[in-house]
């Protein structure tokens, strides 16, 4: 079983409408960070958590260390935002590495 | 200021041959750290560097091997290249490697 789950895999969005991306992880961290990653592989951090929320524009990442889960949300999406997301944990341990990464959620926005 | 720049973007090699891939951090970071990406496994860690030092390393056969230099600017070098080896390699440089990261661009290759 992957130390760092994601849901959706895919997900196809119309434009205007609210999206929601699970992350779930089980192992102990430090910190959680949210990666954006589009076609021609550049990775951009979106946000470190490691508790609470955060905001930047229209994205919004939660997280509750107690259900080791994490949720980003954009707000009104657009189709710039099509894009893979990713979530990656570092461990509390520093043990097997500084990040360990989810699968990624492929996100599409239609016009 | 300047973003990670990483070295060449995309390379082709043959099975058997060595590979050195490059990497620039931001100005000022000391932590330098490399992943391998491939359709199969999705990113994985390879290994990280802080003020010339490894202080960590992912599961990655003794092929992979890598060094960081006074300046920060870090290398990864691949040997006895395999088919598998294809993979964007992306590094990723933070302050103090707690914190934040910037990505690199990443370098593309592909081994045939």
């Known amino acids: 079983k992957n130390e760092v789950e994601q849901s959706p895999q895919n997900l196809t969005a119309q434009e205007g409408e609210f999206i929601t991306i699970n992350c779930s992880y089980s192992?102990?961290?430090?910190?959680l960070h949210w990666l954006q990653q589009h076609p021609g592989g550049g990775i951009v951090s979106l946000f470190m958590?490691?508790?609470g929320k955060k905001k930047h524009g229209r994205l919004i990442a939660t997280i509750n260390i107690q259900e080791k889960h994490s949720s980003l949300h954009i707000t009104a999406s657009h189709p710039r935002d099509s894009a893979v997301y990713i979530c990656?944990?570092?461990?509390?341990?520093?043990?097997?590495?500084?990040?360990?990464f989810g699968k990624g959620t492929k996100l599409s926005v239609k016009p | 200021k300047a973003g990670v720049t990483q070295t060449p973007r995309y390379l082709i090699k043959t099975r058997g041959q060595q590979v050195t891939l490059s990497c620039s951090p931001i100005?000022?970071?000391?932590?330098v750290s490399w992943y391998q990406q491939t359709p199969g496994q999705g990113l994985q860690f390879l290994f990280e560097?802080?003020?010339?030092?490894?202080?960590n390393k992912g599961n990655f056969p003794g092929r992979f091997s890598g060094r960081q230099f006074s300046n920060s600017r870090s290398e990864m070098n691949v040997s006895t290249l395999e088919l598998g080896d294809s993979a964007l390699y992306l590094c990723?440089?933070?302050?103090?490697?707690?914190?934040?990261?910037?990505f690199g661009s990443g370098t593309r290759l592909t081994v045939v």
């Open positions: 990723a440089s933070s302050s103090q490697g707690n914190y934040g990261y910037t």
């Open positions: 192992v102990g961290i430090s910190a």
């Open positions: 958590l490691s508790s």
């Open positions: 990656a944990v570092r461990r509390v341990d520093g043990s097997q590495g500084n990040l360990i």
């Open positions: 100005s000022g970071h000391r932590s």
């Open positions: 560097y802080f003020s010339e030092t490894q202080r």
